[in-house]
């Protein structure tokens, strides 16, 4: 799938972005991630509530193959095909998968803001050059060295 065929298949949705991401495009709204363009498919963000549709339509969820295992990504499912040829269809889905993104991000657990304070303290803190430290005894030119003088009988 390439850039203008997505944005083709998401006109009638409305105006989405298209950002590359792994080996496809992450598709967006507002910042919201609600699809994935992979060269294995289109999967739509799924929840609770969207899982029983696309189980309906005999889909499946986003799955990857490491060295070791196959790695099942459940928030993401494949959508069906015949949504392809039916773009007011689609819309409905894509609906469905962004309210499913939003409600993801909802709950997610925000910062407090004392914790975003420290960290930003922390931060601050550890970029900050010391000032050098003037150390006349170890000068290594000699008109610069602090001279004492010398007591004695």
Same mark, same amino acid.
């Given at each position: 799938m390439d850039r203008d065929f997505l944005i083709d298949l998401f006109y009638d949705f409305g105006p989405?972005?298209?950002r590359r991401m792994f080996s496809g495009f992450g598709i967006s709204?507002?910042?919201t991630n609600f699809a994935l363009a992979?060269?294995?498919g289109l999967y739509f963000r799924a929840d609770q509530q969207t899982i029983p549709q696309f189980e309906a339509e005999g889909s499946a969820p986003f799955q990857y193959q490491?060295?070791?295992k196959t790695v099942t990504v459940n928030?993401?499912?494949q959508l069906p095909a015949r949504l392809f040829d039916d773009s007011e269809e689609l819309s409905v889905w894509a609906r469905a998968a962004l309210d499913a993104a939003? /409600?993801?991000?909802? !709950?997610k657990r925000p910062r407090a803001k004392k914790q975003v304070a420290k960290k930003a303290?922390?931060?601050?803190?550890?970029?900050?050059?010391?000032p050098a430290r003037k150390n006349n005894l170890a000068s290594? /030119?000699?008109?610069? !060295?602090?001279?004492?003088?010398r007591r004695g009988p």
């Amino acid at each position: 799938m390439d850039r203008d065929f997505l944005i083709d298949l998401f006109y009638d949705f409305g105006p989405v972005t298209i950002r590359r991401m792994f080996s496809g495009f992450g598709i967006s709204v507002d910042g919201t991630n609600f699809a994935l363009a992979l060269r294995s498919g289109l999967y739509f963000r799924a929840d609770q509530q969207t899982i029983p549709q696309f189980e309906a339509e005999g889909s499946a969820p986003f799955q990857y193959q490491t060295r070791v295992k196959t790695v099942t990504v459940n928030s993401y499912w494949q959508l069906p095909a015949r949504l392809f040829d039916d773009s007011e269809e689609l819309s409905v889905w894509a609906r469905a998968a962004l309210d499913a993104a939003q /409600r993801a991000a909802s !709950r997610k657990r925000p910062r407090a803001k004392k914790q975003v304070a420290k960290k930003a303290a922390r931060k601050t803190a550890t970029t900050r050059k010391k000032p050098a430290r003037k150390n006349n005894l170890a000068s290594s /030119r000699p008109s610069e !060295r602090k001279r004492t003088p010398r007591r004695g009988p």
